[in-house]
Nanobody, 115 residues
Framework: QVQLVESGGGLVQAGSSLRLSCTKSRNISNNRAMGWYRQAPGKQRTLVATITPGRDIDYADSVKGRFTISTDKARNTVFLQMNNLEPEDTAVYYC?????????WGQGTQVTVSS
């Protein structure tokens, strides 16, 4: 069973930065992508950013230019650098990893941005 362990959430003021990290417990065969979703209270979980082993990257329009996704060299850890945070970024952020036939999720980390 693959586990994804997240860290880095917190309470910050608007305009601040946070860096989220997510490390998987073991390699995933046929790994297709890793990345981050978020879920605000009363809303659906939505994609924030994703990165493939070939370094193809995609961002939600709302975070382009402010968030940066990256991985370590071994691709065991995925990072989300979040700059110029806005109150609208407040949500639980979930790390995910996708293989050919399965999706793994982290437990979620809370990000709260005060105005």
């Amino acid at each position: 069973q693959v586990q994804l362990v997240e860290s880095g959430g917190g309470l910050v003021q608007a305009g601040s930065s946070l860096r989220l990290s997510c490390t998987k417990s073991r390699n995933i065969s046929n790994n297709r992508a890793m990345g981050w979703y978020r879920q605000a209270p009363g809303k659906q979980r939505t994609l924030v950013a994703t990165i493939t082993p070939g370094r193809d990257i995609d961002y939600a329009d709302s975070v382009k230019g402010r968030f940066t996704i990256s991985t370590d060299k071994a691709r065991n850890t995925v990072f989300l650098q979040m700059n110029n945070l806005e109150p609208e970024d407040t949500a639980v952020y979930y790390c995910y990893a996708r293989s050919a036939n399965q999706v793994y999720w982290g437990q979620g980390t809370q990000v709260t941005v005060s105005s």
